[in-house]
């Protein structure tokens, strides 16, 4: 069972809270280089919310909800931390901790001794409740203690992940459709890993520590730490959209799954994880486990971090459809082409080659597709007969503007066109303005027509589809070539309607027209616009300047890449 609860309703169960025996000690309130401790980071972040009188969500609480008592698989800290707080503020109701065989901390909890003395012996349990008693009482002396314990009693709120003991966690979730995912899952591989790495094979009373023990002992919490900072990570929009997840722990824990995975009919799950990575129940499967994990979360990090790589990733995640957007993250993320390869990808993509296709250097498919590809952008009606392609080729076009900015570096390239159906394709040169001759009968007699379809006197038109040409000696060609398209988001396009190119552009680079400044990212359209006129032949200039760069493009990929000796894309 998973809900969102508040903290009234989290004591409200009146049960004990258990620390089972293989949780580690209680350490929050300790002094991270360069960061607050735990303790002053959560007590400042509640004083804030309750001078602004907001909502404050905190990382779930995973149990075990039994009958007389509630045991606590992760949350450990977080509660001490918080039963430590709401006593400091005169909570009167029922709120018991108990520590499974640690009889000192034990009795410190149920006494809340006056003293807070750095002097707690060997005890670190009872070091850090003194040390989070002082923080409290410090940060805490000028409050109304009773409206704030009122306000963190209604206003923090968590999610509640009860996992009975008899249940076996066997949901799953996918982590590349972009649905929503359950966090049940993550939750409790999270928590088990942890749990195994904490243990301890030599000493089993490691409740009782030196002050030069407690960093080796402090492993659980560092892991914990970096899992929530991988957390927050995939959970930023732009990392969610860029990949095409929207899992809580996004692509990470199903990639790292699915390299080892050697059972075609198993699904990703807890069971299944763990039957692969934590089998033996050992903490030394645990540590690698969690270390393997720390490199994959790296090459992501990495790749999301380099503007070529990110854009071009970003690419090949909207071009593909869901088994191939699978099997390029588990080739690229688990080293099995080289990140050089990933420009060829990239490329072979864009003209709708397969995963298989690419990874096996399908040369026949590759000119097939490049040649229909080609065969499509050069018909004249490209915008009447196949607009898709029209789209693609001047997506990659916008991509590779960015990425050749800061120095060959790259730049961010802006997806939202590409996401939510915004983009759109506009005539640079109105077509309502471009007009063509229909014949009616075979002596001549017809009627003159924009490129809208909208019949209109012969005046009305500003150019005629036969002035579209480069010279007098080459055939015309239309208004709706790719030569007179444009990428756009879709409002810009409506703002622009049959305008002239000279107001098109105007409106273009009006840095005070807040409301047309949204495609202004786009590169390539820049370029467009930012020409000094837009006629006939420059329309048709323009087509072949687009067909001749295509051609030069994927000649200079066949040749660095699908004629090599080297058979196939992985090669480690």
């Not at 990470?252 to 807890?270: D, P, R, S």
Request: charged share 30%; glycine share 6%; with cysteine.
């Amino acid at each position: 069972m998973t809900a969102t609860i508040t903290l009234q309703e989290y004591l409200g169960k009146q049960k004990p809270f258990v620390i089972p025996d293989y949780q580690r000690g209680y350490v929050w309130g300790k002094n991270r280089v360069g960061e607050k401790d735990s303790v002053t980071n959560l007590i400042d972040d509640l004083i804030l919310r309750f001078k602004d009188n907001k909502d404050v969500f905190l990382q779930g609480f995973t149990v075990t909800e039994k009958d007389n008592e509630i045991v606590l698989i992760d949350g450990q800290q977080r509660t001490t931390c918080l039963y430590l707080l709401l006593k400091s503020l005169g909570y009167s109701g029922r709120f018991d901790i108990k520590y499974d065989i640690r009889d000192e901390s034990q009795r410190y909890l149920e006494n809340l001794p006056n003293s807070q003395s750095e002097d707690s012996g060997v005890f670190q349990d009872i070091f850090f409740f003194n040390k989070t008693r002082r923080i409290i009482s410090k940060k805490t002396k000028d409050l109304d203690k009773g409206s704030f314990l009122d306000f963190l009693l209604t206003h923090v709120k968590f999610l509640y992940i009860n996992i009975p003991e008899e249940e076996q966690a066997s949901n799953v979730f996918t982590m590349m459709n972009g649905s929503k995912a359950e966090m049940l899952q993550e939750e409790i591989i999270k928590a088990e890993i942890l749990r195994l790495a904490s243990v301890n094979t030599d000493n089993t009373s490691s409740y009782l520590l030196t002050p030069d023990e407690w960093e080796n002992n402090s492993l659980r919490s560092r892991y914990a730490r970096e899992w929530d900072k991988w957390l927050h990570w995939w959970n930023n929009d732009e990392v969610k959209s860029i990949f095409k997840t929207q899992g809580p722990m996004g692509l990470l824990l199903v990639t790292y799954w699915k390299k080892k995975n050697t059972n075609k009919n198993a699904k990703y799950c807890f069971d299944s994880f763990k039957n692969i990575f934590l089998k033996n129940g050992e903490a030394k499967d645990a540590k690698e486990t969690f270390c393997e994990l720390r490199r994959l979360q790296k090459k992501f990090e990495d790749a999301f971090q380099n503007p070529i790589s990110r854009n071009q990733i970003g690419a090949i995640l909207r071009l593909m459809n869901l088994d191939n957007r699978e099997a390029f993250v588990q080739s690229y993320f688990n080293d099995k082409f080289l990140p050089n390869d990933l420009l060829y990808y990239y490329a072979s993509a864009f003209i709708g080659m397969t995963h298989k296709e690419i990874i096996e250097k399908k040369h026949e498919m590759f000119e097939k597709k490049r040649d229909e590809i080609l065969a499509k952008l050069s018909d004249d009606l490209l915008y009447e007969n196949d607009r898709e392609s029209a789209l693609q080729i001047l997506l990659r076009l916008n991509i590779d503007e960015d990425n050749k900015q800061n120095g060959g570096k790259g730049r961010n390239f802006d997806f939202s066109i590409w996401d939510n159906g915004v983009n759109s394709l506009e005539h640079i040169y109105p077509k309502s303005k471009v007009g063509h001759f229909v014949k009616k009968e075979q002596d001549g007699d017809g009627f003159w027509e924009g490129g809208d379809g909208v019949e209109r006197p012969e005046k009305e038109f500003w150019i005629k589809r036969e002035k579209i040409r480069l010279d007098d000696n080459t055939e015309a060609t239309t208004e709706h070539s790719i030569g007179n398209l444009a990428l756009l988001y879709k409002r810009d396009n409506s703002t622009f309607s049959n305008n002239s190119f000279d107001e098109k552009k105007s409106y273009f680079f009006d840095t005070n027209k807040k409301e047309y400044f949204e495609s202004r990212h786009l590169l390539h359209t820049i370029y467009l616009f930012a020409r000094s006129k837009w006629d006939g032949k420059d329309i048709a200039e323009n087509k072949q300047r687009i067909l001749d760069g295509f051609t030069d493009y994927y000649k200079t990929i066949k040749e660095e890449y699908y004629d090599t000796k080297q058979n196939k894309l992985h090669n480690r």
